[in-house]
């Protein structure tokens, strides 16, 4: 499996924004898709997760309202909007797949496909 | 959210060492806890989940340890490959908050 993201983009601020994260295998539906957000500098920023299958979508606080994700099966792709970016929104973003194990104790999920990132370099 | 600190946020250390990082939940969350490595420019790459359980195709050099709130991530043999930066993440509660990373450099 394989997770291919489009490439980097130069916005300004107040300006919208569509990147995408194609699967390269049918059982898209099967797995909800994550985006996970790396500030420049910064660690790992967990963003939220959505489920193919049906677009039920679950965002951080830190983001929600500010970003949209979205699928089209029909493609086996997964969308992350901005309808009006700022400079702070400058950050690589990745898509990644969640999948659930069957551990010791219990069943756990994580992040198993990962997708190259995207940079985004929002400026005025 | 719970929050994930780790430590140290970055250490210096030689092939062939044995190194230890830890990560701390601020509450309980039993062994919903994942590892990951992260290289600049590349994807990060899952490690552990469950706390322990060692993913497909990762060197056993790695494990995992701990529950509740402290756990840590060994590098046994450290190789040059290795050189990276260590996420720890709760899979417990959303949001599914990460740590801030433990830089791993080469003394």
């Known amino acids: 499996v394989q997770l291919v993201q489009s490439g980097p983009e130069e916005k300004k601020p107040g300006e919208s924004l569509r990147i995408s994260c194609e699967s390269s295998?049918?059982?898209?539906?099967?797995?909800?898709i994550g985006w996970v957000r790396q500030m420049p500098g910064k660690g790992l920023e967990w963003m939220g997760i959505?489920?193919?299958?049906?677009?039920?979508?679950r965002y951080s606080p830190s983001i929600s309202g500010h970003v949209t994700f979205s699928v089209d099966r029909s493609t086996s792709t997964a969308y992350l909007h901005w309808s009006s970016l700022r400079a702070s929104d400058t950050a690589i973003y990745y898509c990644a797949r969640r999948s659930r194990f069957s551990g010791n104790l219990a069943f756990y999920t994580a992040f198993d496909v990962w997708g190259q990132g995207t940079m985004i370099t929002v400026s005025s | 959210d719970i929050q994930m600190t780790q430590s140290p946020s970055s250490l210096s250390a030689s092939v062939g060492d044995r190194v230890t990082l830890t990560c701390r939940a601020s509450?309980?969350?039993?062994?919903?806890l994942n590892w990951y490595q992260h290289k600049q420019g590349k994807a990060p790459n899952l490690l552990i989940y469950?706390?322990?359980s060692l993913q497909s195709g990762v060197s056993s050099r790695f494990s995992g340890g701990g529950s509740g709130t402290d756990f840590t991530l060994t590098i046994s043999n450290l190789q040059s490959e290795d050189f990276a930066t260590y996420y720890c993440q709760q899979s417990y509660r959303l949001p599914r908050t990460f740590g801030r990373g433990t830089k791993v450099e080469i003394k």
């Open positions: 469950g706390a322990s």
């Open positions: 295998r049918d059982n898209f539906p099967n797995h909800w």
């Open positions: 509450q309980n969350i039993g062994t919903y």
């Open positions: 959505i489920n193919p299958a049906d677009s039920e979508t």
